[in-house]
Nanobody
Framework: VQLQASGGGLVQAGGSLRLSCAAS????????VGWFRQAPGKERDFVAI????????KYADSVKGRFTIYKNSAENTVYLQMNSLKPEDTAVYYC???????????????WGQGTLVTVSS
């Protein structure tokens, strides 16, 4: 079972990108799927999470109102729509799966490979 993250790229400040996290196999039932990001020289930080069974979501304060996490059950995929991007959003974005409603990377046991988002000023 793997998670495949995609959709990163180079965008100007104020632009938009949509990241995808596709799972091979049905692993999302009763799970929490999250997006985290890691900027150069920094720790991996929480961005957003969604509970698969209830559509509950939670966002980091820094992205609230700009990013939206949502899922497509039929496609077994979680998306992160990122609008009004800022240079400080530049990072490698990772998707991950866990079982706890948590913003800590320690609670996620399956990680995708990461996709780079670069926002130019």
């Amino acid at each position: 079972v793997q998670l495949q993250a995609s959709g990163g790229g180079l965008v100007q400040a104020g632009g938009s990108l949509r990241l995808s996290c596709a799972a091979s196999g049905r692993i999302f039932s009763s799970s929490v799927v999250g997006w985290f990001r890691q900027a150069p020289g920094k720790e991996r930080d929480f961005v957003a999470i969604v509970r698969w069974s209830r559509d509950s979501t939670k966002y980091a304060d820094s992205v609230k109102g700009r990013f939206t996490i949502y899922k497509n059950s039929a496609e077994n995929t979680v998306y992160l729509q990122m609008n009004s991007l800022k240079p400080e959003d530049t990072a490698v974005y990772y998707c991950a799966k866990g079982v706890q409603w948590s913003t800590s990377t320690r609670d996620y046991n399956l990680w995708g490979q990461g996709t780079l988002v670069t926002v130019s000023s």
